[in-house]
């Protein structure tokens, strides 16, 4: 799995807000919008400071909720709403600071705005209610980049953006060879297969294509044509 903190880092930007404290400064980080695939999984980074970390040794209660609804808790045995029973959990430890919110088979009802909430003793229950989660849900995945480079062997990659690194994309190619799939960061994650194996004459001047798999459940392919290098 890529760093949760390092994706944080590059992507978003921290906002002060108060709490019910007077005096007291809280700080939280997440994404103001992600772009998900339907049916698919995401994984929403949030991190958050707090001004005594003293308070957090402990764990506590915490959960996001969309309006005044709890859609996912840090305790597995806590009931969500319905909606989201059996597909969103809290998967940071909230004791270190790290408030990531996974959730699977993403419908296009769950566009939020989500918020978290955590429940610390003296600050009573504080509400990052000025720090929400959008998601912008869509049905077609867009078709995967592809390059190609001919020597005397063919390498060819074949990459796509998704926001789930527990869960990332399956690839099939239409010529056999040797494949290896690495995973970066980028706007989300960067998942690339590459493919290489030795050319024949009839391989030439022919489609060489690419299908990823998302989630068993939505698919999406590539196409280059195999042209052989001039000499």
Not at 84 to 90: K, L, Q, T, V
Not at 103 to 113: A, I, M, N, Q
Not at 119 to 148: G, Q
Request: contains cysteine.
């Amino acid at each position: 799995m890529m760093d949760l903190k390092l994706w944080l880092s590059i992507l978003m930007v921290c906002e002060m807000v108060e709490s019910m404290d007077p005096g007291q400064k809280w700080l939280i980080s997440v994404p103001p919008i992600i772009s998900v695939l339907e049916s698919t999984c995401v994984v929403i980074p949030c991190m958050y400071d707090y001004p005594k970390r003293g308070h957090l040794w402990e764990k506590r209660p915490a959960y996001w909720r969309r309006g005044d609804e709890i859609v996912a808790s840090n305790d597995p045995k806590f009931k969500v709403v319905q909606e989201y029973n059996g597909r969103s959990a809290i998967t940071g430890t909230i004791e270190r600071s790290i408030c990531t919110w996974q959730l699977d088979d993403v419908r296009e009802t769950d566009s939020g705005p989500f918020y978290f909430t955590i429940e610390i003793p003296k600050f009573t229950k504080f509400v990052f209610s000025k720090d929400t989660v959008a998601l912008n849900v869509f049905r077609v995945p867009e078709p995967p980049v592809m390059t190609i480079e001919v020597s005397n062997k063919v390498t060819a990659t074949c990459t796509v953006t998704h926001v789930c690194p527990t869960s990332p994309p399956k690839f099939s190619w239409s010529h056999p060879g040797m494949t290896e799939t690495s995973t970066k960061l980028g706007n989300g994650w960067l998942t690339t297969s590459t493919l290489t194996f030795t050319p024949e004459e009839a391989d030439f001047n022919k489609p060489l294509n690419c299908k990823v798999n998302f989630n068993d459940k939505k698919t999406t392919e590539g196409s280059m044509l195999l042209v052989k290098k001039s000499t």
